[in-house]
């Protein structure tokens, strides 16, 4: 098996309510977003890692987390063997030629006043590259790689000129530039439309294949993260219910969360059975989360007080698989 | 099965200082009672503007320009706009916005807004009469009637967008139109509203329009599928066999870009190129830029509504004796 490259451990961020003035007569305790809170993974190397789950589940925040974009209040963050959870940005600064991001919205990830050419060349010039051939080289390379080909014919547009799919290629093409090690990409496809997406999701695949890249890929969509993730981590309010490869926990979800997650993603074949909701109501607040599991106030397989009253450790359950429920392992 | 609405040859334009916009052009549809047809399509293929235009609510600078809308017979296209707001919005045909979930005003009550709903249409209705009423619509939607009193901030998206489906319920429509109404919501929340859809128009036998731009809620929910492109309705028919038999090149690459979360692990194939600007589409088929199997015909001469088998339209070449 592959060695990690990315290693987190019991890593947790919260967030300090801001509060407004009367919330602050009536109490004064400072009440806090668990956005993560406590949550151990490994990304392989050359793999593609999904981050599934509901809004507000906590996706986006350790992307951020991951590529030190903001401060984790605790826990570990191991990239390459190495402890980076804590240590200064101006160490950070030349790790973050490995680390890379693409964002959601291709409209506004992208300056406007900026050429393409800009736009690509920006991280080369925030490391320092300043040889003009040296940068002009790497651009047309990391264009030609997302295949806007010929790129001399997209070095000089704008991104208005260009199409939602361009304009996402782009900006791949920038994240490539400095031949990363890492990406996360968060929700890359988002606002694309259907007919456009599979180009830039079989271009995260090829240059999996063809660069070993790794990938942290942030989706709610289930379907997508089947057909071109390796791994997947689910999660619920901060916490990582389950955890395996892809096939095992979209085809076999243990969890009860993941299952109702499945069970709700519409299929495009009328011929299948259609999907039955099975759990009811909506996400709690992140701020004063449920007690015990997380998923108790609406598990359709709560099984007592012990859902309530204790937390399940994420636990291994055989092959490549975790999952964090009282239904599965007795713990000590 | 009796039809609730019928559509034909629907064009709508906007005007434009660059130029006319043809949104919609020569859209062809009906929908019975307890049916629902699903309008499916790319960004900017014209969805919107077709809902638009049946409930006579383009914004200024849109017009239909051609075609026949007609609703339980009666042509609306004809009917001046007061008639209609009298007559039939609400109460004969009513609508789920996109992007509904702040459509609610902030400062009245969830349930108050409900009963405002029912009393326009019903200004003799008693008070006891409207606030039984919004108790069962409540309820209908699945929604405790006892939180009638709460403020929508003090409610979630889906609980939101249920109580917008209970006001657009409010007048007993016959036809109801919901335009994406899953956008924004969560996949549980989602499967939720989509079960809540299919519920009322079986209890109610109403007639449904959903418009989507993801294939497999159309699947899911709908009896009838009409694929819009570029402004145009490439195909028509009933999902069962659309699904199975793709006749349009654009839905066939439609169906093949979209995962399913069960089946095999595939590479996902995209259909080359971007939809067209529709100040100026493509000449001949709007879709030849991207087909593969585009023909010298495709490109000079556009493709009419070519009737394939029983209920089953397509416009397309490859079907169309020349
Ligand atoms: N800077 C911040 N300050 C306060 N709260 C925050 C901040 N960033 C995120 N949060 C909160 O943390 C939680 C997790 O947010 P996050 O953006 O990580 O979720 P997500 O899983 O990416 O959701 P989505 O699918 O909607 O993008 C949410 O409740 C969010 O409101
Ligand atoms: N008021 C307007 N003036 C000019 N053009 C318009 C106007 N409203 C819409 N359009 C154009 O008409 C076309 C059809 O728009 P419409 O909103 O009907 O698309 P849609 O299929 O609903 O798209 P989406 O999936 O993004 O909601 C688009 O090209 C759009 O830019
Ligand atoms: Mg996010
Ligand atoms: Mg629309």
Known sequence: MADALVEVENLKKLFPVRMGFFRTLVSRKQLFVHAVDGISFKVKKSEIFALAGESGSGKTTTGRLLLRLIQPTEGKIIFEGRDISFIPEREMKSLRRKLQVVFQDPYESLNPRMIVETIVAEPLRVQGVHNPKEVSEKVVRALENVELIPADEFLFRYPHELSGGQRQRVAVARALVLDPEFIVADEPVSMLDVSIRAEILNLMVNLQEKFSTTFLYITHDLALARHICNSIAV????????????DEVILEPLHPYTRALVVAVPVPDPTMARSEVVIKGEIPSPVNPPSGCRFHTRCPSYIGDICRTKEPSLIHVGGTRFVACHLYGKEK | ???????????????????????AENVTFNVGKGEALGLVGESGCGKTTVALSILKLLPSNGKIVRGKILFEGKDIVKIKDKEFRQEIRWKGISI???????????????????????????????KEEINERVAKLFELVGLDPGRADNYPHEFSGGMRQRALIAMSLACNPALLISDEPCTALDVIVASQVLKLLREIKEKLNLGMILISHDLSIVAETCEKMGIMYAGMLAEYGNVMDTFKKPLH??????????????????RMVSIPGIPP???????????????????????????????VEKGRYVRCWLYEKG
């Open chain 1, 235 to 246: 999660m619920y309010l901060g916490k990582i219910m389950e955890m395996g490869t892809v």
């Open chain 2, 1 to 23: 099965m009796s039809a609730v609405l019928q559509v034909e040859n629907l064009t709508t334009f906007y005007t434009t200082l660059r130029g006319p916009v043809r949104a």
């Open chain 2, 96 to 126: 789920v916005f996109q992007g509904a979930m702040n459509a609610l005003n902030p400062v009245f009550k969830v349930g108050d807004q409900v009963s405002e709903a029912i009393k326009i249409h019903e200004p003799r209705m008693k």
């Open chain 2, 249 to 266: 090149p654009y839905t066939q690459g439609l169906i093949s870009a979209f995962p399913s979360i069960k089946g095999e692990r595939t």
């Open chain 2, 277 to 307: 600007d529709l100040l100026n589409p493509p000449t001949g088929c709007r879709f030849h830029p991207r087909c593969k199997y585009a023909m010298d015909i495709c490109i000079k001469k556009e493709p009419s509504w070519w009737n």
